[in-house]
């Protein structure tokens, strides 16, 4: 563990690009369930057909009670932890450029980092499903669910749900990024939500190094990834940051 430490610190300190990948298990130390894997929320049914389009289409008042409700205030309550705080250093250090993140809660913007790209868009606004009017998800009046827009239409998330696209600017400006770094940091992501999982596999193409950090293996583990280092991501962060600041 130690080694892999001094190796991804290394790694890292000698690399031109960087580039990461972040995955629900990078906003889990903030108090964030993730969809798979045991925790609060998403235990009580199954996010993969509550969070499909489909079903919102169908009753938007089932999905703004089950989710989107309990989402705003898991999220509304949500900081930054280490791992958010770590890849910010990280981007003050000179030594990240990039954040391609599958999350929609907006920690690492708050973090400090300046180039998040956000995969799967952003749950800090919604927007009309008439007019496409964009609000802000704290101003949105929800004393009555579904919430609508001053014209009557129903308002949803800016987020990709499943069975959506992902934003075409998002995954053009991503896959760039894959190709363009010589390290990507994948954190927290269980790799098998696509088109996201692809993106270690482009920059690996590219002759990337990949530095998986997640207490689990994944679908990219010793085939992609040219390393694991198992831990939760805020505490990996962490040891890494002190590693580089020692080399510094
Ligand atoms: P996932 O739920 O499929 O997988 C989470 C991964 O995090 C797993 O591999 C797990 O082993 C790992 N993990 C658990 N604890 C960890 C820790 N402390 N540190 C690091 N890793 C840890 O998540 P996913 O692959 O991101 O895909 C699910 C989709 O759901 C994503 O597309 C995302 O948009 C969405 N989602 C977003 C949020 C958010 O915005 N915070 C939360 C839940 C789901
Ligand atoms: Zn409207």
């Known amino acids: 563990m130690d080694d892999l430490i001094k190796k991804a610190a290394k790694d890292l300190t000698g690399a031109k690009m960087v580039a990461a990948l972040t995955g629900a298990g990078a906003s889990i130390e903030s108090g964030i369930p993730p969809f798979r ?73 708050l973090a400090g980092n300046t180039d998040v790209i956000e995969f799967h868009g952003t749950f800090a ?34 987020a990709v749900f499943f069975g959506e696209m992902i934003p075409q600017e998002a995954l053009w400006r991503s896959r760039q990024v894959a190709t363009d770094c010589d390290v990507m940091l994948v954190i927290g992501t269980s790799a098998v939500v696509q088109p996201a999982a692809l993106m270690p596999v482009v920059a690996k193409e590219s002759g990337a190094k990949i530095i998986e950090i997640n207490p689990e293996s994944t679908l990219l583990t010793g085939d992609i990834s040219d390393y694991l280092i198992k831990g939760p991501a805020g505490e990996v962060m962490k040891d890494i940051l002190a590693q580089m600041e020692k080399m510094l």
């Open 37 to 109: 894997g045991k925790g609060g929320l998403w235990e009580k049914f199954d996010p993969m057909e509550v969070a499909h389009i489909d079903s919102f289409l169908q009753d938007p008042v089932k999905v703004w009670n089950l989710l989107i409700k309990g989402m705003k205030d898991v999220l509304d309550q949500a900081q930054p932890n280490d791992c958010h705080k770590g890849l910010a250093r990280l981007e003050e250090l000179g030594r990240l450029q990039t954040v391609i993140t599958q999350n929609i809660d907006g920690l690492h913007q």
């Open 125 to 158: 606004s919604q927007r009309c499903m008439e007019c496409n009017a964009h609000m802000e998800t704290r101003r949105v009046d929800m004393s009555e669910i579904p919430p609508r827009c001053h014209c009557g239409g129903i308002l949803r998330p800016n």
